[in-house]
T-cell receptor, first 114, second 113 residues
Framework: GENVEQHPSTLSVQEGDSAVIKCTYS??????FPWYKQELGKGPQLIIDIRSNVGEKKDQRIAVTLNKTAKHFSLHITETQPEDSAVYFCAARLSNFGNEKLTFGTGTRLTIIP | DSGVTQTPKHLITATGQRVTLRCSPR?????VYWYQQSLDQGLQFLIQYYNGEERAKGNILERFSAQQFPDLHSELNLSSLELGDSALYFCASSVGTQIDTQYFGPGTRLTVL
């Protein structure tokens, strides 16, 4: 089955600096890679996603890059703000004989230092 | 607000008991997914329903079952509860059968004493 590894588990950055979170996946058949932000006491919120036919996608201060050859994808947050503090999860979708599932990474707790 | 609703927010019960968690998907979404989030296991996919039919299964225990009703709301039934079942249970929904953009509800926190 699919295995998704996420690093680092915790990350502290100064406000205004950039943050990068990396994930690797095991199954080359994976074709959809969302990123979720989870604030305390809330459910995960989709912030950006990328499909396997695209190498990079950007939405304002957030970008995701995908390297299919190396089987890794990364979340980049620029000009970080205090409200970016949260736990971030990556995920990968594997389609396996019609039985699809999203496998999540173990999360990165991002703290923005004012 | 994602548009996905879950009830109850909190549930405290004893070992051996049975509980039912409820989820209403976003308007227009036909797929419902259930996830378990615990400290040591992260977010684990349990099961997906699409328009009333089971679509995909993940790491769901035999003591757990789910269903999706004609009005598309879903219920997750957890029976013979154990201490280790204490976790956050999330429901998510999406438009179609394929796992794509999923919107998560606020979750139900289950505590088994």
């Amino acid at each position: 089955g699919e295995n998704v590894e996420q690093h680092p588990s915790t990350l502290s950055v100064q406000e205004g600096d950039s943050a990068v979170i990396k994930c690797t996946y095991s199954d080359s058949a994976s074709n959809y890679f969302p990123w979720y932000k989870q604030e305390l006491g809330k459910g995960p919120q989709l912030i950006i996603d990328i499909r396997s036919n695209v190498g990079e996608k950007k939405d304002q201060r957030i970008a995701v890059t995908l390297n299919k050859t190396a089987k890794h994808f990364s979340l980049h947050i620029t000009e970080t703000q205090p409200e970016d503090s949260a736990v971030y999860f990556c995920a990968a979708r594997l389609s396996n004989f019609g039985n699809e599932k999203l496998t999540f990474g173990t999360g990165t707790r991002l703290t923005i230092i004012p | 607000d994602s548009g996905v609703t879950q009830t109850p927010k909190h549930l405290i019960t004893a070992t051996g008991q049975r509980v039912t968690l409820r989820c209403s998907p976003r308007s227009g979404d036909l797929s419902v997914y259930w996830y378990q989030q615990s400290l040591d296991q992260g977010l684990q996919f349990l099961i997906q329903y699409y328009n009333g039919e089971e679509r995909a299964k993940g790491n769901i225990l035999e003591r757990f079952s789910a269903q999706q009703f004609p009005d598309l709301h879903s219920e997750l039934n957890l029976s013979s509860l154990e201490l280790g079942d204490s976790a956050l249970y999330f429901c998510a929904s999406s438009v179609g059968t394929q796992i794509d953009t999923q919107y998560f509800g606020p979750g139900t926190r289950l505590t088994v004493l």
